[in-house]
């Protein structure tokens, strides 16, 4: 073996080690100061002349709120990490959020209050923007490419010391219930998932909301003309119900009055999960909009109930063989 040969060698060694050895995390920045954010005046109030957190928020002052980047096929993707101050070990929940681009994209304001409020239970919450969002490279394919911004969190929680990532969870709202979709059926391991107002359907959404087609889905989906069917049923987990794990437990949530994301898609998909014998809740809400509001504490609850159940403490899986008297 020549000289040169023997050094090309070790500098291809020493460069694998070097990449395996490299941190996805590229940033992680604490809000030290809230009261410099737009946010402040909705969750504080002033009595007596002090200013402090109104009652409902009062957990702020027990968690810890990050701004972060970390790569993702080579991209810069920012986020938002919220935990515990307490020291300890932590299950995670993996936040995927709605909307498209920068519309629905996450704030300070978030990390306050839906990620703050599940972190104040005791839960490392990680968040992505997706690529291409909030200052982050690249361009989001509304669930193409993008879903590998979600499928490569659990690495980058690996390298939070807070993160149990032996136990996390998905949760996913309207958009970020099919991105939530797309990343079960990648075979991503979570131990239970929790989708609101989730896409599941996309030709049925296109025929209920026309806008959505011209606005958004030809917009960011690559070649999107060209491949049409093949890019939507991708999208629209109705049509793949079978890529489902067995082994995570599924809660749905949906409000019958949506119209952004009609409750009949959650209907549909259930039926077709049932026969799959996927374990899944299924929780329809008398008048509820996209976002559940007006059971919103309800929500809350049943969210927090379900993690608490298979990522803290652990529950067994469903029994969904057919049995009983």
Not at 16 to 41: F, H, M, V
Not at 112 to 134: C, D, E, K, P, W
Not at 283 to 311: C, K, N, P, Q, T
Request: glycine share 10%; with cysteine.
């Amino acid at each position: 073996m020549t000289l040169f040969l023997r050094s090309f060698i070790c500098f291809l060694a020493l460069n694998s080690i070097s990449l395996r050895g490299q941190n996805i995390l590229l940033e992680s920045r604490l809000i030290e100061d809230l009261s410099k954010t737009p946010i402040y005046s909705r969750l504080s109030e002033t009595i007596d002349g002090q200013t402090q957190w109104k009652k409902e928020y009062r957990y702020l002052d027990s968690i810890e709120i990050y701004s972060i980047s970390y790569l993702s096929d080579g991209l810069k993707v920012n986020g938002l990490l919220v935990k515990p101050k307490a020291d300890g070990k932590y299950p995670c929940i993996i936040f995927n959020r709605g909307g498209n681009r920068n519309s629905g994209s996450l704030k300070i304001a978030h990390g306050a209050t839906l990620l703050g409020q599940m972190a104040s239970q005791g839960y490392v919450v990680i968040a992505s923007q997706y690529r291409g969002n909030a200052g982050g490279e690249g361009q989001e394919e509304f669930g193409g490419a993008d879903v590998n911004d979600v499928l490569i969190l659990p690495q980058v929680l690996q390298e939070i010391p807070e993160a149990d990532t032996s136990a996390i969870g998905l949760f996913g709202w309207s958009r970020g219930g099919m991105m939530t979709y797309r990343a079960l059926s990648e075979g991503m391991k979570v131990k239970a998932a929790v989708v609101g107002g989730a896409l599941a359907d996309m030709p049925a959404n296109i025929e209920d909301r026309p806008e959505m087609e011209k606005g958004v889905i030809a917009e960011l989906v690559p070649n999107y003309e060209a491949n049409k069917e093949a890019e939507l049923q991708k999208r629209s987990a109705v049509y793949w119900p079978e890529k489902f794990p067995k082994d995570v437990p599924l809660l749905m949530l949906h409000g019958n009055a949506d119209w952004r994301v009609k409750a009949d898609q959650s209907l549909r998909l259930a039926l077709l999960l049932d026969q799959e014998r996927v374990p899944y809740r299924l929780m329809i809400y008398e008048g509820g909009d996209h976002g559940i509001s007006e059971f919103r504490e309800e929500v809350s609850a049943e969210v927090i109930a379900w993690f608490d159940r298979f990522l803290k403490n652990g529950e067994a899986l469903p029994n969904m063989k057919y049995h009983g008297r």
